[in-house]
């Protein structure tokens, strides 16, 4: 899995990942508003960007190999901060590993699975061949709130991400619980979601923070399903502040 380290290698360590379908580079504008404030830590997830070599298999099996980059990278333990489905994997790090996890920021994470994910999943294998597709791509990184600076990274990672990744991370996606560990969680936790995103979304939210005493939840004004994109300035304000 390649993993970049940016930021003041003496600041506290900030360990981010990206949703499905994106890469580490979704996390340019954040970094460039944190500039020295935090050591962060960008892997590109197995099957995405980088990494696109070896295919998505499991939140199991990604969960346990970012805690093999944390016991590494930041023995003593990082805020881990995911948006959308590097958001179900900051949960499942905090429930596995609250050891490594000194503060969660779960950003858009689906937590309530779909009622028919065969139905979902077929669909997805029809129209798989066309993100390989530079028009489509295009059309996909508008729904995903893709700057028009990064259009060029999402159309490339778009072709290369492989049909048993994209199957993969979207059943995972779309099939996620939480774990029973997450109510044991006892480090800072807090909950975004967008506020124009689906009422699934919400509940999901809702689901996540009540599931977990003494976490916060906020919905953010003017977004979508796309937060650290769409408000790169507040997201990377909001991790400055729980450092």
Not at 2 to 29: K, S, T
Not at 138 to 152: S, T, V
Request: aromatic share 6%.
């Amino acid at each position: 899995m390649y993993v970049r380290e940016a930021g003041n290698a003496h600041a506290p360590p900030i360990l981010l990942l990206h949703g499905g379908g994106v890469a580490g580079w979704m996390w340019r504008p954040t970094l460039e508003r944190l500039a020295t404030k935090a050591r962060v830590i960008v892997p590109d997830l197995p099957g995405h960007g980088r990494s696109a070599e070896e295919a998505y298999r499991s939140h199991e099996t990604t969960a346990g190999a970012l805690a093999r980059v944390l016991e590494e990278r930041a023995p003593h333990g990082a805020m881990v901060a995911g948006f959308s489905l590097g958001a179900q994997l900051t949960i499942l790090l905090a429930a596995a590993r609250p050891d490594l996890v000194t503060s969660a920021v779960v950003v858009s994470a689906q937590a309530k699975p779909l009622r028919f994910p065969r139905a979902t999943l077929g669909l997805l294998a029809a129209t798989a061949p066309l993100a390989r597709q530079r028009w489509f791509a295009k059309l996909q990184a508008k729904q995903l709130f893709i700057p028009d600076e990064l259009l060029a990274d999402y159309v490339r990672d778009s072709a290369r991400t492989s049909r048993e990744t994209l199957l993969a991370g979207v059943g995972e996606n779309i099939r996620f619980t939480l774990p029973a560990g997450w109510a044991d969680f006892k480090n800072p936790a807090l909950v975004m979601v967008g506020e124009r995103e689906r009422k699934l979304m919400h509940a999901s939210a809702r689901h996540i923070h009540d599931s977990l005493p003494g976490s916060r939840m906020i919905s953010v004004p003017r977004c979508g399903h796309g937060i650290p994109l769409q408000r790169p300035d507040l997201f990377a304000q909001t991790l400055a502040d729980r450092m």
